[in-house]
């Protein structure tokens, strides 16, 4: 990657995005250290037995960010460059995406430094079950409920709830969202964030006259938030997949593609990377292609003041929490590309575990249909309080969602008041 000259650390970026509102919002700079500051930080070191008989020690956190609202909630990540600044960080945009979607939670996030791509199934099961079990003093249904994030899923998640439910005494379904369906998961929470995506691009394009259909998409990114939408605005919306990637690299076809074949392939030899009829491209040269959509759906830091100034997407439609940096922001908000922000882009997720958790509390469960519909609802009506505040306040959509979820929090402050 090229010198970026801003910072990178994604902590630093999310304080820096809080000031920036709180400054068009006329907050007080008390309340406004409030906001910027995480309530509660867990840091555990714990040993798991590996396969080799050997004794590993992995860290892990949870960082309960703030719960003005209501419960913590937010995911838990496994991925090699986990740190604390980072799970700060995606915590903190957990609390500004509840609040924008308009769901009532607060922000929280976990992560565990690992390579799950090194782990065996039973290695990975040993550490989540420790790792769930160093975490249970401070999570449960009331308190801060986890979900999937990169490289955890569905059955993370039943281990997870399996090993909280064992030391109760009997099942806690409500303790995590994204499970398994039969162990209380929600029909399409799978799909949830890629479908919420795809209904925001779609009020994107409707502001930008854009039609979907027939329009050219860069996906970066072909986990379970870049495989769904790449298949849902290919499927649903007619559009033209021309460009997708993992971390391997990427392939470029500018006639488009199937995701669905992309994606069989991916599970047969492991990457996109070889997909026939198409050609292979970097991971950054497919943020620059010529292209109506590009979507970002990995990790933080991809747009800086570096590569920004070369995007050519009309829309930029965030998958990943925290891509962008807010130098590139700038740029790419005078370039006139429009960026819907990952704490609304990719709310749809935990809009669908709020779901998932209404449905284990209420022990009701609802139909694809009625999930998808809630869903459309919500992020209209997310995308349009967003897209108000945008106009009548002049600002980018980035800062315009950061108004409307910190003005919603700041509410909750001026309610409940600062104890004691
Ligand atoms: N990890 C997802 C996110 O970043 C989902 C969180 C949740 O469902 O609690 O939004």
Not at 255 to 265: I, S, T, Y
Not at 297 to 322: F, H, Y
Request: with cysteine; proline share 5%; aromatic share 8%.
């Amino acid at each position: 990657m090229a010198k970026v000259k801003e910072t990178l650390n994604p902590f630093e970026i999310a304080r820096e995005q809080i000031d920036r509102a709180g400054k068009k919002l006329n907050l007080d700079s008390g309340l406004l250290e409030v906001l910027k500051s995480p309530r509660r930080e867990l840091t555990v070191h714990f040993p798991v037995k590996m396969d080799n008989g050997r004794v590993k020690v992995f860290t892990g956190f949870r960082v309960q960010y703030n719960d003005a609202i209501g419960p913590f909630k937010g995911g838990i990540r496994y991925h090699w460059n986990v740190s604390l600044d980072e799970v700060r960080a995606l915590s903190c945009w957990m609390t500004w995406k509840c609040a924008v979607m308009g769901i009532p939670y607060g922000g929280a996030k976990g992560g565990v430094i690992c390579n799950p791509k090194e782990m065996s199934k039973d290695e990975l099961e040993r550490m989540t079950r420790r790792y769930a079990s160093e975490i249970s003093i401070i999570i449960g249904p009331e308190k801060d409920i986890p979900a999937p994030d990169v490289y955890t899923d569905s059955q993370t998640m039943a281990w997870i709830m399996d090993t909280i439910s064992m030391n109760k005494g009997f099942a806690q379904p409500g303790v995590v969202t994204g499970k398994p369906l039969v162990i209380g998961g929600s029909l399409g929470r799978d799909e949830a964030t890629s479908r919420g995506m795809m209904y925001a691009t779609r009020e994107a394009g409707k502001k930008v006259k854009l039609t979907l259909k027939g329009a050219s998409v860069a996906v970066q990114g072909f986990g379970n938030v870049g495989s769904h939408y790449a298949r849902l605005m290919h499927d649903e919306q007619g559009s033209k997949i021309v460009a997708v990637s993992d971390s391997k690299g990427g392939i470029y076809s500018e006639k488009g593609f199937d995701p669905k074949e992309v994606l069989a392939f991916k599970e047969k030899t492991g990457s996109v990377v070889g997909f026939p009829g198409t050609r292979e491209i970097t991971n950054e040269a497919l943020m620059e292609l010529e292209v109506d959509i590009v979507a970002p759906c990995a990790l933080e830091g991809i747009l800086t003041s570096e590569n920004a100034p070369r995007i050519k997407g009309k829309i930029v439609a965030e998958g990943a929490n925290g891509p962008t940096t807010p130098e590139a922001d700038d740029i790419m908000h005078k370039r006139g590309i429009l960026v819907i922000p990952d704490i609304l882009a990719n709310g749809g997720g935990v809009t669908v575990s709020y779901f998932e958790w209404v449905q284990n509390l209420s022990e009701f469960f609802w139909t694809k249909k009625e999930v998808d519909d809630k869903l459309e609802g919500i992020m209209v009506s997310a995308f349009n309080r967003v897209w108000e505040m945008r106009e009548t306040k002049k600002v980018d959509m980035r800062q315009a969602a950061y108004m409307v979820a910190i003005a919603r929090v700041v509410e909750a402050y001026k309610w409940r008041g600062i104890f004691p």
